[in-house]
């Protein structure tokens, strides 16, 4: 995870700074009784005003969020809790064991999270705050005026504008109640005349209410009210599909599937039953049994061009995800195309697998040999937070934890909800996450209560600090761009990104700054290549961070956050260096570079020498310890000598970089004396190993042309490991060389 700060207004940082005091201050009335500082009417008007200031200025200014202190979810069934009453509630407390039943008087409004006043059957009112919400839900559907609400073992918290308020953070610890629940306390019941309404009045009710995209509604009070109203055997079958339309429509994918399944069994389904279980298939990535369900289709009505389509995208979906064959100008073509960029295509895992990678705990191993370049693993992200800094209705979010005093500019915020979500509405996922790396944090390992699954925000938010990468749109066009602009030294590509996604099995690769295998983005898929050739049962390292000759300490630092120290070769060999080599070398390294910038086309040799000097003060094969610093100083001088349009020296001095990397390259020396150029062995990869391939084969078009497709050729591969794939490589490759 590499989220970087990008720049915030001052005044703001300070308003943030007031609020995250605030906070911590409030922590010191933990345990005291619940006071009202402003009468029911002074709330309600300050509410009604703040809910016209979220309407008529929905998109100015960044959004923050706090981040509470943890507390788990309740795992207990509302039976085993007792009732408690506003005024008996204390501030900063988790109320173990005990629920509040609330009716929400107002229309609510969003932010970040979505508010309304509440009273309780004593007539007590207080901001009820609800977090991580479905963001395509309206705020009324979600807490509409009249409402009433089940909380489970609320918490009570200074708001960071200085009032109370209740804050549900686990969004599994409130549901909805009807007014003939028993929970609903009977000075609130009425008896509606819908409540005797016939199964059929409910599903027409419910498809009313699905035509106004409220098919939450139409959930959880019609369809699902219906079916406990003894339908016959057809109402049912109507109400289950209908319901199963709405919950397709509102993501649930496998009640979806459930519910089609149960009509499936029943009678001998219809073609139109099989097409919507097909839909809810491919939704769930299910690409096997998708095609499965439309082949008889496709079979028993062979002219349906469309059935053959949707049979054929089929297919594609399984080639990709069986095979790891992707057609990858389709994934751009995708990428300009969609917001968020969430693409239509399968992930492929190749011959990789999870297993325990000792005091790392768990890495990811290859199964088989594999050569530098092939595809480890191209995979949909399990939940993708874009942000289009660009786009004209761009608002930053700001994460801010005032226990730890860390603020994260960037999509987590989103992520957490869209993570969140998803949870909720596809429990089966539950376990994927929690099995992520998630530190010391003890997950409470009830999935269901109340035949509802159980979502620990605070577990899901420690897996995403620990488990996410940032991400650019494309990595072709954020990285390449930086490599032609030469700057790429400081890799400041990722600075300016607020994306991020979580993928599941690529969050198991372990880091190592002496990376064997690359990360690269299309959208929400991430591709992973092997950067060396690996024997089986090797495990795959990419790189959080990049390394540089002088920035040990700084990258340690970044490594504090997941816990641990790097203890690749390259760190290794930093610590047991003595610091007397360090100076030399960073003096050597200074002089060099500033005699490069003087170098003339006839005044070559004092540059030389330095680089020359600096070699002699590396004492370790570059097999075992790629030398970063040498590496940088050497293709620094191949690039002047391009300027100068020396081919020889450009040769000289390209390969003797690449060999600095640990690269054994057989062949390719002015003068030439054979007619292969070959990769022995890999080196570590950095971004500017691939211009320095290209410029090799420049030169060997002019002083060795039986080289030049060769060098293209390693050109390639490096295109193919950095970048994700090598389909675009004809056109970058004329650009690189530009
Ligand atoms: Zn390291």
């Known amino acids: 995870m590499d989220l970087k700060d990008m720049s915030v207004p001052l005044s703001f940082i300070q308003g943030v700074m007031e609020r995250m005091e605030m906070i911590l201050a409030a922590q010191a009335q933990k345990g005291q009784p619940l006071t009202w500082t402003e009468s029911r009417e002074g709330l309600l008007m300050r509410h009604i005003f703040s809910r016209l200031n979220a309407i008529s200025k929905p998109n100015v200014g960044f959004r923050t969020a706090f981040v509470p202190q943890a507390y788990p979810p309740c795992t207990l069934p509302f039976s085993a809790l007792t009732k408690i009453m506003l005024k008996d509630l204390r501030l900063e407390t988790h109320h173990k064991g005990k629920y509040l039943i609330l009716r929400c008087i107002v229309p609510s409004y969003r ?22 919400q479905d963001e395509s839900r309206s705020w009324d559907e979600i807490l509409g005026c009249g ?72 959930i959880s009070s019609s369809y699902t009210e219906g079916l406990s109203r003894c339908p016959t055997e057809e109402e049912l079958c109507t109400l289950k599909l209908n319901r199963s339309e709405a919950y397709f429509m509102t993501d649930h994918l496998e009640s979806a599937l459930l519910d089609i399944e149960s009509v499936e069994k029943m009678s001998k389904p219809e073609d139109n039953l099989l097409l919507d279980k097909a ?23 062979p002219k349906n061009e469309e059935l ?34 969430v693409l239509d295509h399968a992930t492929y895992i190749g011959p990789v697998a999870v297993k325990s990678a000792d005091h790392r705990g768990r890495g990811l191993f290859t199964t088989k040999e594999v050569k530098a370049g092939d595809l480890l693993l191209c995979e949909k992200a399990l939940g993708l937070a874009f942000v289009d800094t660009s786009a004209p209705n761009y608002r930053g979010t700001l994460l801010v ?37 998630h530190g010391s ?33 494309t990595t072709r066009d954020c990285w390449f761009g930086s490599i032609t602009k030469n700057d790429v030294r400081i890799n400041k590509s990722n600075a300016k990104l607020g994306s991020c996604g979580l993928w599941k099995v690529a969050s198991y690769i372990n880091h190592s700054c002496n990376i064997n295998a690359q990360r690269s983005f299309i959208g929400d898929m991430i591709i992973v290549r092997a950067s060396r050739d690996l024997a089986p049962d090797t495990e795959v390292f990419t790189g959080y961070d990049m390394p540089s000759a002088d920035g040990y300490d700084e990258l340690q630092k970044k490594f504090q956050h997941y816990g641990f120290e790097c203890d690749c070769a390259i760190c290794q060999d930093y610590r047991d260096t003595d610091k007397e080599t360090h100076i030399k070398r960073n003096r050597l390294i200074a002089a060099a570079s500033e005699e490069i910038e003087r170098l003339t086309r006839s005044k070559t040799a004092k540059a030389e020498a330095i680089v020359e000097r600096l070699a002699a003060c590396y004492t370790k094969p570059a097999l075992e310890v790629p030398r970063l610093g040498l590496w940088d100083i050497q293709f620094q001088l191949a690039e002047k ?27 390719g020396e002015i003068p030439c004396e054979s007619v292969t150029l070959k990769v022995i062995q ?45 389909e675009t490589f004809d056109k970058a490759y004329r650009e690189l060389l530009l």
Not at 111 to 132: A, F, K, P, Q, W
Request: include cysteine; glycine fraction near 6%.
């Open 441 to 473: 944090y003890e997950p409470v390992g009830v999935s269901f209560v109340d035949d509802a699954p159980v979502v620990d925000t605070f577990l899901i938010e420690k897996v995403l600090s620990l488990n996410i990468f940032a991400c650019p749109l």
């Open 111 to 132: 932010l970040i999270n979505v508010m309304s006043i509440v009273e309780d059957e004593c007539g007590d009112v207080i901001m009820l705050t609800l977090r991580h």
């Open 308 to 341: 053959r389509k949707k049979l054929q995208r089929g297919i594609d979906r399984l080639i990709e995800q069986e095979r790891g064959r992707y057609k990858f100008s389709k994934l751009y073509d995708e990428v300009t195309m969609l917001r968020p960029p």
């Open 682 to 726: 890999w080196g570590l990869m950095m971004p500017l190993v691939l211009r320095c391939w290209a410029l090799l084969s420049l030169s060997y078009h002019l002083v060795a042309p039986e080289l030049e497709g060769q060098a293209k050729a390693y050109a390639k591969i490096t295109y193919r490991v950095c970048i994700g794939e090598d």
């Open 147 to 218: 409402m009433i609400l089940a909380v489970k073992e609320p918490y009570l918290r200074r708001m960071s504008d200085g009032t109370n308020g209740i804050i549900v953070d686990h969004v599994s610890n409130y549901k909805h109640i009807s007014m003939k629940d028993n929970l609903t306390p009977d000075r609130w019941q009425e008896r509606p005349p819908e409540c005797y309404e016939k199964a059929t009045t409910c599903n027409i009710t419910g498809k009313e209410l699905a035509k106004e995209n409220m098919h939450f509604s139409a």
């Open 641 to 667: 000598y391009s300027i100068y349009f020396k081919p020889e020296k450009i040769v000289e001095f390209g390969l003797k970089s690449l060999e600095s990397l640990g690269y054994v390259i057989q062949g």
């Open 279 to 301: 839909r809810v298939l491919y939704e769930m990535q299910k690409f096997r049994e998708y095609c499965d369900t439309l082949k008889p289709l496709a079979v028993k009505d």
């Open 401 to 437: 934890n005032a226990q730890q005093g860390t603020a994260t500019i960037g999509g987590q915020v989103d992520l957490l909800t869209i993570m969140i979500q998803k949870l909720q509405k596809n429990p089966s996922l539950i376990p994927v996450i929690s099995e992520l790396h």
